[in-house]
Nanobody, 115 residues
Framework: VQLVESGGGLVQPGGSLRLSCAASGFTFNIYGMSWYRQAPGNKRELVASIASNGAYTDYADSVKGRFTISRDNAKEMAYLEMISLKPEDTAVYYC?????????WGQGTQVTVSS
């Protein structure tokens, strides 16, 4: 089982990034997918979730209207499109796959929003 995030980096305030999460080793299309983030000194927080078939999404209030979660079950990929980035979005971003009592985490990708 593996989840590998990519797409993080340094971006100026107001900029955009697209994070990707590549899945392998499990039945991707029955798992819901989520993105979490953790800033230094803070708890890991849920940012966005998407149902296994992509029909349902949910977002933290802090990112609504700026972030979009999506998935491609044929490619076994999940994405997080982030626009209008703010310095407070700086964190390590993790993807998580979940189904009933099973869950898998990626290793994280750093997003830094700074001028």
């Amino acid at each position: 089982v593996q989840l590998v995030e990519s797409g993080g980096g340094l971006v100026q305030p107001g900029g955009s990034l697209r994070l990707s999460c590549a899945a392998s080793g499990f039945t991707f299309n029955i798992y819901g997918m989520s993105w979490y983030r953790q800033a230094p000194g803070n708890k890991r927080e849920l940012v966005a979730s998407i149902a296994s078939n992509g029909a349902y999404t949910d977002y933290a209030d802090s990112v609504k209207g700026r972030f979009t979660i999506s998935r491609d079950n044929a490619k076994e990929m999940a994405y997080l499109e982030m626009i209008s980035l703010k310095p407070e979005d700086t964190a390590v971003y993790y993807c998580k796959a979940y189904h009933l009592s099973s869950s898998h985490w990626g290793q994280g990708t750093q997003v830094t929003v700074s001028s």
